[in-house]
C-alpha cells in the first residue's frame, strides 16, 4: 500500500500528464503498454521482423560490449540476445589510452534480416573511418566480424528483391555494394537521391530504407533551423529516384520537446508501427511506440491525429514483463548481460570468482579521475525515477585508491570512498569532464566536493535516487552503514545531456581507481535496482 501511495503522488505532481498516466492506474490493463515504451537510453533504433519474432538493434557509443540487440514477441518487452561485439581495438582510444572515445565508438547500427542470415551495419565517427558487417543466423549465439567497409555515416542497409545490396546515408547518398557487403561495388558511383528543399536547412539525417507496395522508402530525422524536431519519409517507385517528401510524425510528447528518428516495422498481421526516440534531457533518449497508418500510400506516424499516442494496446498479447535494467548478488559465474564497461575493460582487473558472490574490481592503472578509470561498470538509468544502492567491502583499498558509485556522464555526481593512508573517507562531489573535440582526449576536470565524512567500518552502503520528470533530471545522494538507516549526503546533481561529449544518458556507474600504487581492490556485494513507475 505504501508504494501505491508513494506512486500516486510522483503521479500527480507531473500535471496534466501525470493526470493522464494517472487515470491509467487501478484496475491495471494488461492489454495496454504507457509510452515511452522505454523510458531509458536505447537510441538510433532500427527494428526488424523475423516470423513473429522482432529484434531492436541501438546506440551504445564507448561502452562495452557494444551494439546491443533486443529481442522482442510484441515490441513492447524487450529483452537483450546480444552484443555483436565485446571491444573495439582500431585506436587505443577504446582503451582510455592516447585520448577517449567517449561520444564516438558504435552507434546508429542498421540490421537487416536475408535469406537466413542476419546483417548488422555500423561505423564509428572516428578513425580509421571504417564500417563493420557483422553477420549470424541467431542474434543469441552471437556475431561474425565478416568485413570492413568505406565509412557511411548513420547508414541503413537495404536487400532489394533482385538481391541487389545497397546502403542509404548521409543526407539523401545511396551506394550498391557487394552481394557479400565486403566493399562497394566496383565500378559504381555515390547516386545522390534526392536534394534538400527549402524547409531542410538543418539537421537531415538518420536514415532508414525499406521497401512497401513496390515502392520505396527513405526515413530521416529532420530538424530544420528554428523549427521543430520531425520525422520525414521520401517516396520513390525508382530506388535511384526521383523521390518526393513528406512529413510524417511531428509531435511534442509528455512535456518534453518532439519526437524524431527511428523506422517503421510490420507484425505478421500486416499491422505497421512506428519506433521513434525522443531527447529526455539528462536520461538519454527513450523509445517511444505509435502506430504507422498508411494513407495514400505514406507511412503516417501518430494516432488519428497524427500524436504519440500516451497508451495503446499491445502489438500482441500475453507476453512477459522484461526488465531492462536488473539488480544482481553477483552470484553467477558471468557477468549479467545488462552491464557494459565504461571503454574496454582490463579483463585481468575485476573477478566473479576471487571471492564467491562478490564482484572484485582490482586497481590496474594510476589515473587521476574517474574519467580516466579503467572497469567503471554501468547500467542504464530509468525514468520517471529510480534508484540503486551498491554494497561495498572497502577493507582492502590502498592509499590514494578511490572506489564508489556514481551517476556517470560527462557531468557526474559521484559518491567516493577516498583512501588517505590509514583513515576511509566517504565524499559526495560533482565532477565535469572537458574533452578535446579531435581525440576525446581528457583535458581537465572541474571538481567540486560538497560533503566528506570519515568512515570506521569496512562495509558501506551507496544509494542515488534518480529523478528524470519534466524539468526534474535530479540524483540525490545517501549512504548508510546497516542498509536501513539512510543519510543524506552532499547536494542535490542536476543531471544533463550533452551532445558534445559523452552523447549518451547518465548510467549508474560502479568504479575503482588508484591514484598513487597499484594492489588495492574493492568487492562489491550487490547491486539493488528499484524503478518507480
Given at each position: 500500500m505504501k508504494k501505491i501511495i508513494v506512486s500516486l503522488m510522483l503521479l500527480s505532481s507531473l500535471g496534466?500528464?501525470?493526470?493522464?498516466?494517472?487515470?491509467?492506474?487501478?484496475?491495471?490493463?494488461?492489454?495496454?503498454?504507457?509510452?515511452?515504451?522505454?523510458?531509458?537510453?536505447?537510441p538510433d533504433p532500427d527494428v526488424i521482423r523475423v516470423g513473429d519474432d522482432f529484434y531492436l538493434v541501438s546506440t551504445t557509443m564507448h561502452l562495452m560490449p557494444g551494439a546491443p540487440v533486443m529481442h522482442s514477441k510484441d515490441l513492447v518487452n524487450w529483452e537483450i540476445a546480444s552484443y555483436v561485439f565485446d571491444k573495439l581495438t582500431d585506436t587505443p582510444r577504446y582503451d582510455l589510452k592516447e585520448g577517449t572515445a567517449y561520444g564516438r565508438g558504435q552507434w546508429a547500427t542498421s540490421i537487416r534480416y536475408h535469406k537466413g542470415k542476419f546483417y548488422l551495419y555500423f561505423s564509428p565517427n572516428d578513425q580509421p573511418y571504417r564500417g563493420y558487417v557483422y553477420t549470424t543466423t541467431d542474434p543469441k549465439k552471437g556475431w561474425t566480424l565478416a568485413a570492413r567497409t568505406p565509412h557511411f555515416h548513420d547508414a541503413s542497409l537495404f536487400f532489394d528483391d533482385?538481391?541487389?545490396?545497397?546502403?542509404?546515408?548521409?543526407?539523401?547518398?545511396?551506394r550498391e555494394l557487394k552481394p557479400d557487403l565486403s566493399d562497394v561495388m566496383p565500378g559504381s558511383k555515390p547516386i545522390k537521391v534526392f536534394e534538400r528543399d527549402a524547409s531542410e536547412n538543418g539537421l537531415l539525417e538518420g536514415s532508414r530504407f525499406i521497401k512497401h507496395d513496390g515502392k520505396y522508402y527513405l526515413l530521416m530525422i529532420s530538424w530544420p533551423q528554428g523549427g521543430k524536431r520531425r520525422q520525414v519519409c521520401y517516396r520513390a517507385d525508382n530506388i535511384a529516384g526521383p523521390y518526393e517528401k513528406k512529413v510524417i510524425l511531428e509531435s511534442d510528447f509528455g512535456g518534453f520537446p518532439y519526437v524524431g528518428q527511428g523506422t517503421i516495422v510490420d507484425d505478421s498481421k500486416g499491422n505497421w508501427y512506428g519506433v521513434?526516440?525522443?531527447?529526455?534531457?539528462?536520461?538519454?533518449r527513450v523509445l517511444t511506440l505509435m502506430p504507422c497508418r498508411w494513407i495514400d500510400g505514406w507511412p503516417m506516424l501518430g494516432d488519428e491525429n497524427g500524436r504519440v499516442p500516451l497508451t495503446m494496446k499491445k502489438p500482441v498479447q500475453?507476453?512477459?514483463?522484461?526488465?531492462?535494467?536488473?539488480?544482481?548478488?553477483?552470484?553467477?559465474?558471468?557477468?549479467?548481460?545488462?552491464?557494459?564497461?565504461?571503454?574496454?575493460?582490463?579483463?585481468?582487473?575485476w573477478s566473479l570468482t576471487d571471492r564467491s558472490g562478490f564482484l572484485r574490481l582490482k586497481t590496474s592503472r594510476v589515473v587521476d579521475n574517474i574519467f580516466l578509470a579503467p572497469n567503471t561498470l554501468t547500467q542504464r538509468m530509468e525514468g520517471p525515477q529510480c534508484s540503486g544502492v551498491v554494497a561495498l567491502d572497502i577493507s582492502h583499498m590502498k592509499d590514494g585508491d578511490i572506489s564508489g558509485f556514481s551517476a556517470f556522464n560527462g557531468d557526474s555526481g559521484l559518491l567516493s570512498i577516498i583512501a588517505e593512508g590509514n583513515k576511509r573517507y566517504l565524499t559526495m562531489s560533482t565532477a565535469v569532464v572537458k574533452l578535446r573535440d579531435s581525440d576525446k582526449a581528457v583535458l581537465g576536470v572541474d571538481a567540486e566536493e560538497k560533503e566528506r565524512v570519515e568512515l570506521k567500518q569496512d562495509k558501506i552502503y551507496l544509494r542515488i535516487d534518480a529523478d528524470f520528470r519534466v524539468h526534474k533530471d535530479i540524483a540525490a545522494f545517501y549512504y548508510s552503514l546497516d542498509n536501513k538507516n539512510w543519510k543524506k549526503i552532499g547536494t542535490d546533481f542536476k543531471m544533463i545531456f550533452d551532445y558534445r561529449r559523452f552523447f549518451m544518458g547518465t548510467k549508474f556507474g560502479i568504479f575503482n581507481y588508484a591514484t598513487k600504487q597499484l594492489g588495492g581492490y574493492v568487492d562489491v556485494d550487490f547491486f539493488n535496482y528499484t524503478r518507480i513507475q
Open positions: 496534466s500528464y501525470g493526470a493522464q498516466l494517472q487515470a491509467l492506474q487501478a484496475p491495471a490493463d494488461t492489454t495496454k503498454f504507457v509510452n515511452p515504451m522505454m523510458w531509458a537510453d536505447v533482385d538481391d541487389k545490396v545497397y546502403v542509404f546515408y548521409g543526407t539523401g547518398e545511396m521513434i526516440f525522443q531527447d529526455r534531457g539528462g536520461v538519454g500475453g507476453c512477459p514483463t522484461i526488465p531492462l535494467v536488473v539488480s544482481d548478488s553477483f552470484d553467477a559465474d558471468k557477468l549479467d548481460i545488462h552491464w557494459q564497461w565504461n571503454h574496454n575493460p582490463v579483463n585481468e582487473a
